[in-house]
């Protein structure tokens, strides 16, 4: 599915996403990537949801979340327990769906001007 949207007041928009990867702008990834409006870090290494607990936490806490989307590839997957507490425990929503839906929510509140970071599985 491919995506045409205004960059209007933020940097990353979601432009592309299948086939396990991602276009972001202009770039395509094959792994996992944490990305907000501004900011966008490639987690190469990330490739199924039993590897997010290796995530730092506190790289996403940084970003200043009020939301955190949790695209879990192309069906929706719950991550491991521990996962979702360190956030829910910040007062920082947490919500999982599949990576197509993720992308979108994304950019729809990235328009927004909300405060939303994504977390992209392929």
């Given at each position: ?32 990537v ?12 990330i ?24 695209g ?27 990576t ?23």
């Amino acid at each position: 599915m491919r995506f045409s949207q205004d960059l209007g007041s933020y940097a990353n928009v979601i432009r592309a996403y299948g086939a396990g990867e991602l276009r972001i702008n202009d770039t395509l990834y094959g792994g996992a990537v944490i990305v907000s409006a501004s900011t966008l870090v490639s987690e190469p290494d990330i490739r199924d949801l039993s590897q997010l607990l290796a995530i730092d936490p506190s790289r996403i806490l940084a970003l200043d979340p009020e939301l955190i989307l949790l695209g879990t590839g192309p069906r929706q997957t719950f991550p491991p327990p521990g996962f979702g507490g360190q956030f829910l425990r910040a007062g920082i929503g947490v919500e999982v769906m599949d990576t197509g839906a993720a992308c979108r929510t994304f950019n729809v509140l990235a328009a927004d001007q909300r405060r939303v970071v994504a977390l992209l599985l392929v």
